[in-house]
């Protein structure tokens, strides 16, 4: 017995040379599905539903930013027709009015910038515009974050340091409900 | 001459291995309808796969076009759908997602840039209706400048 088992100790080895084919094997079956894109997108807080309609609002006409996109594609703000690429950095002179100038807002927090489109208007445009809306809030936020002595705003930041600056610039995107131009029947 | 020695290939192999299996996501659904997200900048990455839905609108690839037609429709999960099997899609989902993170779930949009917005309006005011308000419009990063 003693014998035996010793015997089974010094062991025969496993033989490993198929374990190349089977890894290889999986290797192959993860390369296929694999995807490697990861899903990245503009993360968007929406409104909660309400059936009442909104509370009229006064409002002055100064501290709002209004940017019309109709079923053209065409951009209208502030009632004068603009250029996409234009408008990124007009948001961001209108939230922070370096000059104070009088049609500008006040202050960033009575800054209201409102979107509004046509059910025909293109997904496209409609996500540039807003992905400039929130550019220009980035860069108003990057800023702060650096006049804080941070390196620029990001998530990494600690939530003490990003709600301070929320406060100070607080986001405020109100999207009124479409016009029915141009909808596909 | 002797013979290479191939001891240390099962290791080579098994580090691209679990290399693809970390970087893996495996393809939830297959598409019924075109979708190629638009261009933009400000980002954000979607965190944790398990807390994300997925809501595709375009228009039926070549192949569906003969049943679902041409014009712009929406997809959950596998089947082209319409606005309102949305309550029970969205309700089915967060019954496999435990309570404590059910505040979390994230409905990623992902929508061809040619669709017009009328029917993403309905979809995001079903959303609404639904309390589903964390919301992610899927985007590529674009390089350029505008």
């Known amino acids: 017995m003693a014998k035996n088992s010793s015997r089974s100790r010094v062991a025969t080895e496993i033989n490993a040379s198929s374990m190349a084919d089977i890894a290889f094997l999986l290797l192959i079956f993860f390369l296929v599905t694999t995807t490697i894109d990861v899903d990245k997108g503009i993360l968007v807080k929406l409104p909660p539903w309400s059936n009442e309609p909104p509370p009229e609002m006064k409002l002055n006409s100064r501290n709002v930013f209004s940017v019309l996109v109709n079923a053209n594609n065409d951009l209208l703000v502030r009632k004068k027709p603009a250029e996409l690429a234009k408008l990124r950095e007009r948001a961001v002179e209108f ?44 860069e108003i936020w990057d800023e702060e974050a650096k006049a804080l002595g941070h390196p620029g705003y990001s998530d990494d930041l600690p939530l003490e340091v990003r709600r301070q600056i929320k406060l100070k610039i607080p986001m405020v995107l109100s999207e009124a409900e479409p016009t029915a131009f141009g909808d596909e029947k | ?27 939830e659904s297959e598409l019924k309808v075109k979708v190629l997200v ?101 985007a590529r990063q674009r390089t350029e400048d505008l």
């Open chain 1, 95 to 138: 939230i922070t009015n370096p000059n104070g100038a009088p049609d500008l807002a006040e202050r960033p927090t009575k800054a209201i910038i409102s979107l509004k489109n046509d059910r025909g208007t293109g997904y496209e445009t409609y996500l540039t515009v807003y992905n400039e809306l929130k550019a220009a809030y980035n």
């Open chain 2, 1 to 27: 001459m002797p013979a290479i020695s191939t001891a240390s290939l099962p290791d080579i192999i098994f580090m691209l291995l679990f290399f693809f299996m970390v970087v893996t996501v495996m393809r």
């Open chain 2, 38 to 138: 638009p261009e933009a900048t400000e980002l954000t990455k979607l965190e944790q796969k398990s807390l994300v839905n997925y809501i595709y609108i375009g228009k039926p690839t070549a192949k569906n076009q003969g049943v679902y037609g041409t014009s712009p429709r929406l997809q959950l999960g596998d089947k082209i759908s319409n606005i309102n099997d949305i309550p029970l899609f969205l309700e089915q989902f967060k019954a496999g997602v435990p309570e404590v993170q059910r505040p979390r779930i994230t409905s990623s949009i992902r929508v061809d840039g040619d669709v017009t917005m009328g029917i993403v309006q309905d979809v995001k005011t079903e959303l609404r209706k639904q309390g589903q308000l964390r919301v992610n419009y899927s």
